[in-house]
């Protein structure tokens, strides 16, 4: 999307929006003739009047997020039409990082595989503000928005394109960037390091695996150092624990974690944030054959801890448990990490929320306030004491899954707790992203499939740590 940005008293002759919450509705001039039309100054309600060459969107308030959506519904009541330009007046209470990103996220179009795709008339967005800093926060809007359509792109690509191969390539690509190196390593570096359960996980995909680590190091001295840490399952059947065929598509979304730590330093960088920040991806894919992993195998994490399968569809956990044993030796601040882990936290907090698990409920709060201010949706799921217990095994020191099909998200969560040092338990977040990674149908400013779950509430997240530290 091309977004000028122009002063109030610059209005070219171009169709324009406007936002209406009730009060504002009561006094507009076209009140009677949208009233006639059916529309009401409400959260997602719209309507486009060519004869007057305007666009009006309803909003419950004018806070951020009814902003975005509200650029959304105006995205889709234009999208079909022939307007190439839409004009708009940003002027507070509106946000003008919120009107940027509303209509960058819901313009994304992943067309990648159609052999005659329709492209929208409309490419030029005309902002008028006389907001001193109006140019800054446009481009810090359009940096977050853009790395998570970035994010969206590798999760929407079909597995037989996107393998661990192309995720480290699209990786060493990023050291384009200033500030940005990237380090790639193959099945023998993994060999070497021990890390036999994210080894395993590989074993029968013709792809070999890649870890790969991103780092961001700033020109001054860093204030501190993030570790992210994402699940890249390039592709998922479930292993010899197989999926049934309608769990199994969508699996391409297996990556998003993976996606979504990539795109987090890719923003990180770009916004010039005062943290050295690291992205460390675990990239294989989970595949069925003669020489796959097996349920009752026992497996040995990096850190020495023993692992009895009891279903290899709870792979996931594997790779990350040598990953985060990998991530602390760089000992961060703070660690991080994203992953599509369960389908219990789905059925738990919805396809639209993330699950936000850990030992320090300052840390989380944090996240979950700059996740509210971004758009996104958390819910805290809390360890207990009773459900660790269910992770027991009498043949080795864990179980991968738990003994009951209940709480499985925070036994998942548990599981992955057992591979954090204890000095780094209070700087360690986990974030299950299954429900709200990828959704085959369309929602709020998001696109049916990939919506970069976690990118934009921990950029917000690092972008406010950023203001306290400088």
Known sequence: MNITLLPLAQSPKTTKLLFLDEASFEKSEFKNELIHLGFKPKSEAGVYMPVHDSVFVGCDSFDAEEIRLACAKAWDLLK???????????????????VVEGFELSSYLFNAYKSEPEIPALKSIILHSDANDAAQRVQKAQIIASCTNNAKAIVNTIPNDYTPERMAQDAKALEEIQGVTCKVYDESFLAQEKMEAFLAVNRASVHPPRLIHLTYTPKAEAKKRIVYVGKGLTYDTGGLSLKPSEYMLTMKSDKSGAAAALSILKGAALLELPFEVHAII????????????????????????????????????????????????????????????????????GEYTTGVMGHNRALMDELHCAAAQSGENTNTLFFNRHLKKLLKSSVADISNIGSSRYGGAITAGLFLDHFIDKEHKDKWIHLDIAGPAFVEKPWGYNQAGASGAGVRMNLYWMSQMAKEVR
Do not use: H, W
């Open 80 to 98: 079909s039409t022939q307007c190439v330009s839409l004009s708009i007046q940003v002027i507070e209470p509106i946000s003008l990082e919120a």
């Open 282 to 349: 675990g990239a294989t894919e989970n595949m069925i054959g003669g020489n796959a992993y097996k349920p009752d195998d026992v497996l040995v994490g990096m850190n020495g801890t023993t692992i009895e399968v009891r279903n290899t569809d709870a792979e996931g956990r594997l790779v990350l448990a040598d990953c985060l044993c990998y991530a602390q030796r760089f000992n961060p601040d703070l660690l991080v990490d994203l992953a599509t882990l369960t389908g219990a936290c789905v059925v738990g907090v």
